[in-house]
């Protein structure tokens, strides 16, 4: 008879729902993973994606060997060596580099290939000690996340869905990229009578389960969010006590938006003027009212201006006040697993490069310090950076030494001179958050690695040791990488008992009056 066992396990991609799952395994191999339906927010259900994720980790095509680069940049060239000589390699490299250049002529090149404590900031921890500069930024959602450092509110537990009596979907096709936000907002359909109105230039599969789906131009979003705060303003519609408590330039925001008149909004956008004004009166009459907004609308020139006047009109509606009202961009837990990084390992302030602006680093035509090593793990830049033709030039640059941490041979690693077999996430043990609830979730291990595949924090262990640095965090196990990213009433063996635990951060107070939030500055254009 077959060993069995069921494991508990997340989803690592960079997702707002970040399921959990339970991964059956027989005989030492993954069969199968299945949604864990114990799990209050994502209940059982895994997306398409996910429910073959075994066939990632069991691919004939999985990296499970160091690689050394034999032919030129890009031609996939490789010849297999032990992870011994690759440790050697980077050691040397790395350090060479040092030598000549300084620390910051190294760089980290990292997104949220997964969203683990360990997968994601452990290699951090070895670049911090190594002096190397610090990568910066986004490349999806940046305008909400830029908008939420200036103390705008971008979210709120989506569990509380339930409360809203008027629902507006915009720029986010739910049922496809995030499924499990459906089951609140429908409930809240059900229990209120909540009408649900899907913002989007294409009918989707969200569209067809709305009440009202409005087709406006691509990129005019802007345009009608300051329009529908127009007529909140001019017909006495916004909670004016609420929003003169939480900005300190409603004036100039009002200034800003008096030229978006309906009729404008409707040229702009191409619909009709009394499709703003009703859907503006509806809103602001919800008791309360919420947006569900997509990262979409954000990847455009007037992403900024879209979040901005997006988040001006949630505050001038005053349903911030209630639960179930406001804006839901993105929520996190109240916990940070960027703490796994270990800042505090630098030993001086070093330089920030944006990620957004490889391609232009990577070539010199940033006019700064060149960048002579760096190591990649979690994203593909290659393929996924703006201006991904320079990103490739850079690449390829022979004077350039990088390591891939991957799973597969993708357009990045073929211009490597190493290649580091990872694990997946049914290989290794990892703590996750997330950017559409606030469940912290385990990951434990279900199978041991395939091949001589390794987490990203053995790999981190290893070119410390190599290179002689001694501090203890880089030897930390897996385990002691998670654990100290999260706070101290939250002990890592209670999540390892529960699968995870529920961290809701308090609703943003009312705040001083000197340290009230702007509203105006972004403003909108035609599309």
């Not at 075994?54 to 992870?83: D, N, Q, V």
């Not at 899907?198 to 300051?226: F, M, N, V, W």
Request: glycine fraction near 8%; hydrophobic fraction near 40%; charge should be negative.
């Amino acid at each position: 008879m077959a060993e069995t066992k069921v494991v508990q396990g997340t989803c690592p991609l960079d997702c707002p729902d970040t399921c959990a799952w339970q991964a059956h395994v027989e005989d030492g191999k993954v069969v199968r993973v299945e949604g864990d339906k114990a799990h209050p927010f994502t209940r059982g259900v895994l997306c398409a994606k996910v429910n073959d994720y075994p066939t990632r980790t069991y691919s004939p095509e999985r990296l499970l060997h160091p690689l050394r680069r034999t032919g030129a940049k890009g031609a996939g060239e490789f010849e297999r060596i032990s992870w011994e000589q690759a440790v050697d390699t980077i050691a040397e490299r790395f350090g060479e580099i040092i030598t000549r250049h300084g620390g910051e002529a190294l760089m980290p090149v990292t997104y949220f290939g997964s969203m683990g404590a360990v997968q994601k900031y452990a290699p951090l921890r070895l670049l911090h000690a190594l002096g190397a500069s610090d990568m910066i930024g986004n490349i999806c959602g940046a305008p909400g996340l830029a908008m939420m450092a200036t103390g705008h509110t971008i979210g709120f537990d989506p569990e509380e869905y339930v409360h809203a009596k008027f629902i507006i979907l915009w720029g986010v096709n739910v049922l496809t990229t995030g499924h499990h936000h459906w089951h609140f907002l429908n409930e809240a359909r059900k229990r209120n009578g909540a009408r649900i109105v899907c913002i989007d230039p294409r009918y989707t599969q969200t569209a067809a389960k709305c009440d009202e789906h409005i087709a406006i131009r691509p990129g005019s979003d802007a345009a009608l969010a300051a329009g529908m705060a127009r007529v909140l303003l001019t017909e006495g519609l916004a909670d004016l006590e609420y929003a003169e408590q939480m900005a300190h330039d409603l004036d100039e925001f009002r200034e800003q938006v008096e030229p978006w008149t309906p009729e404008r909004v409707a040229e702009t956008c191409g619909i009709d003027a009394a499709t703003v004004v009703s859907l503006a009166r509806e809103f602001a009459a919800a008791e309360p009212g919420m947006v569900r907004c997509g990262v979409g609308p954000q990847q455009t020139v007037q992403g900024e201006a879209f979040v901005w006047n997006l988040s001006a009109l949630c505050i001038l509606s005053g349903h911030w006040r209630s639960a179930g009202g406001g804006l839901a961009l993105m929520t996190f837990p109240d916990v940070n697993l960027a703490h796994a990084a270990r800042p505090d390992l630098k030993q001086e302030k070093v330089r920030s490069l944006e990620l957004s602006r490889l391609g232009a680093i990577l070539n010199g035509d940033d006019g700064g310090q060149p960048i002579k090593g760096v190591l990649v793990w979690g994203t593909n830049p290659a393929v996924v950076l703006p201006d991904s033709g320079a990103v490739r030039r850079g690449l390829e640059r022979e004077d350039l030494f990088t390591v891939v941490l991957e799973h597969f041979m993708t357009d990045t690693a073929r211009r490597a001179d190493i290649v580091l077999p990872a694990t997946t996430q049914l290989e290794h043990f990892d703590v996750h958050t997330t950017w559409g609830h606030h469940y912290v979730s385990i990951n434990k291990q279900a199978v041991e690695p395939l091949g001589e595949a390794k987490s990203h924090g053995e790999i981190t262990r290893l070119i410390a040791l190599r290179m002689g640095l001694n501090h203890p965090a880089l030897q930390e196990s897996d385990e002691e990488i998670a654990a100290s990213a999260l706070p101290e009433d939250l002990p890592l063996a209670d999540l390892e008992a529960t699968g995870w635990r529920k961290r809701s951060p308090a609703r943003a107070p009312i705040p001083a009056p000197d340290k009230r939030i702007a509203l105006a500055g972004y403003f909108a254009t035609e599309a």
